[in-house]
């Protein structure tokens, strides 16, 4: 992986301590084989995928690496070059640091007793905290999510819970001790984009750990406006792992994040009601 | 400047006949002074940038080089630098081509005039053309403008005119016989972004020669979106020349055209109104 | 019809002398049959429709009374409320003025001609002016328009051109002499709603005629909102005879376009990025 | 007031068994003087206002009616009109409901007491549950509001919480017993009307109680939209007490949500990509 350059001026993402030298995540759902789940997550130029336990499966599964839960994969003959056929040999191979997440808990008890699992599977006590309120939406539920984060901070936990966009909600989740908050542009896969650019605006202008918008891109353009906003990250998995070409997708998404943050940095022109001339031309000749 | 490489299964930028690297064309008005705009252009990547020709002056003015006609330069000791103190050996400097525009012409009739004095100015028949009806917004005159574009394509030149988002005048300037389409984001200098995106996508579905959006980009974000609605280039000039850092902006904007156009060619998720999760938990283990 | 109160400080919506109670103007195609179109009609409060010549036929078709075109309809016995079977009984019954248009011209030549045909068949000098640039998107074609508008401008008719939204095509058309301009949502039928309202607000700034916004309004907040943009009055049609109960949606337009122009009048509240309380709390009892 | 009938096919708002004519509500701060505020509630239609306790006093400081708690008021002579200069007398002159608010609380324990006191003082045990997070937005605290409904649902009352636009916290509100819910357009006071329409779409889709979309409207096309999002209702304060003529804004509001109601239940088009004629003109005469 190249590794990114930070623009002038610009710092580099620091979560808990860690830094980053992308400021996109990626996560590892929905994409159709691990070759190229290994191509676009090289082309996103990212440094931290997230995985969701129960995709890999619970440390008692494992012997020496985790085993796929899948129905059936056990008896297909893995590929050569993913040896046990986990994604988790596709990130050590990318050379990328995995961040484990709760996907699929609907109550802060189920949540907790998953990142405790996620703890000794994947050896670090980073943990994307999802707790979701309902299979259609796949909002997160603010109360379990307060309670199962309070929870999990308490026990040592380095907790990144992905939030919905209300800005009381975030300071709520910052205050109990959450290393950064994830926020989301939109329900998961909808691909909607920053459905309301105005709360997400209003959580990076409050928070004082990094704001990272989780779920709902569709588009570069999605990701270049949530950095324009003041997110201090992007993590996004079915906008790339679901395109019809994932690894342009990738290389896109790994642009838009850097051209969003350039941007904000920048310091963009004000909106105008009326036109404003690049060049006047008083004085000029009179052609 | 660093060669712009090409993403999976594209194809370059081709005006004319003419082919280029990079999908960003840059404005030169509004820069602070010749240094900056140096550098915003090297960041940028461009490999085009439009000059007024009333900024430049025409060519009698000129002995060896364009001599600027801003009241007082020429009391002014240039610049060791540029020698002149024209724009054009900024140009000459970063090695890019020069698109003379007739920016300042309310009537078809000054606009032909001035396209003509600038072939003799720039020795290019290349011509940016707005034929301006309204000082307040700085909107194209439809009329005029379609005028003038029948008659510098009669007169040889290769003409790029700079158009309001009315998909029907797009045609009728393609046409007249037009190298290439230029509707405007929003008018020019307002920095508001793309305000009818349905009418950009009408003009690109239906356009058999390049569409540049042209002005009224503010962001990133927005030349992003440009792009992903199937522009096949982006003009701008006070997005980047009247950020508070010019030169980073210029790299952000290269990102975004570079995302937007991968975006697009990667094909993006549709969207959607309920959740869809990355990853299902049928027949996985219940945690 | 019951008459409309004008809110206070309001004056009526007056076009080139004629004043109207009203500011909702109704298009008659797309009305499953006449009854349904003349209850719509009469819930909507208009006292204005606007009918294509072409669907009620030039005045050579007619003997006392215009005769519809559509195939096969002379066949069917006309039912007994309508005895000509024609719109213009529905008109007449509903007691509105009528306003004939030229829909289904592409050319000026064609408008200009049909426009004829119309001040025969309905007896009036009152034309909307409609020249289609394109059969997709049934936009009108900036050029024919404007060449059409002066042509009949100078044959005495009272001119009311359906436009783009391009606030310097509006300029010219009222500068051409036409009574007021109707400047599109969105494409005809495809209920859109206000795609540009930037421009839509700039050229009710600048216009010294009625603007009256026309075709591509969906719902009721469509139609509000082009009023509280500053137009005088709205044009639409398949969002109320293609509606599931047209009656009810007519009811529902008449109401948007009351709330919309009182609402202007109104002078709303700011936009905030903050909230502001709307009582205080200072000095109150510490419950 | 004159009452609201229905749209054909509509039936009355029920909230908690009791029905009203109108889907408007109208809070009561803002408002410059009694008069004012009294033609303002005639001229809306609505047949229920909300008022502060924190305005009125807790009934400890009532001998017959309620006492105004703003410093000084005791020491004017208070208009003939009102004799006790409360706004209770406004209300009651105006035979309108009230709905007591729990305004100015930012704890579930503060809330709990003051809807207790509210209960007392206006003997009604219906109550608008406000619990604030945060004093620069105003927005709720999910964790605190959830907690004082379900306290005030098990202590009897009629509980109607003004809620973020979340959809898993309106369910869980319902939930709880509330009688409604009511979900936010934008924060209060700041007129940025309907900021995210997908989520409020998702609420009104999924409650089985009455959603009513509870402060941010700035203007009419913005509580047009609400209800044709699916809300039953509408309450808003400042857009109309702190609008240039409040009593205009009055009526233009309940013109405003009788409009989006009806086109509501009318069955609007559906949106377009592409034109579609009102009229075809296939077999008609070519003119």
Known sequence: MEPQTLS???????IAGRTFGSRLILGTGGAANHAQLAAAITASGTELVTV??????????????????????????????Y???????????????????????????????????????????WIKLEVIGDE???????????????????????????TSDDPVLARRLEDAGCAAVM?????????LGVRNPHNLALICEHANVPVICDAGIGTASDA?????????????????TRAADPVLMAAAMRDAVNAGRAARLAGRIPKRHLAKASSTFEGMADL
């Open 8 to 14: 002038r001026g610009d710092t580099a993402l620091t």
């Open 52 to 81: 969701a336990l129960r995709r890999v499966g619970p440390p008692s599964a494992h012997s020496e690496a985790p085993q796929p839960l899948t129905p059936g994969a056990a008896d297909a003959a893995p590929p050569r070059r």
């Open 83 to 125: 040896p046990t056929g986990s994604i988790l040999d596709v990130i050590e191979e990318c050379g990328v640091g995995v961040l484990p997440n709760t996907a699929g808990c609907f109550t802060a008890e189920q949540a907790v007793r998953t990142a405790r699992l996620a703890r000794e599977a994947f050896g670090t006590d």
């Open 136 to 162: 259609d939406t796949l909002l997160p539920d603010p109360v379990e999510l307060l309670d199962a984060a309070e929870t999990l901070v308490r026990d040592g936990f380095t907790v990144l819970p992905y």
């Open 183 to 191: 926020p989301l542009a939109a329900p998961i896969g909808t691909g």
């Open 224 to 240: 270049a406006l949530a950095m324009e906003l003041g997110c201090s990250a992007v993590l996004l998995a079915t906008a790339v």
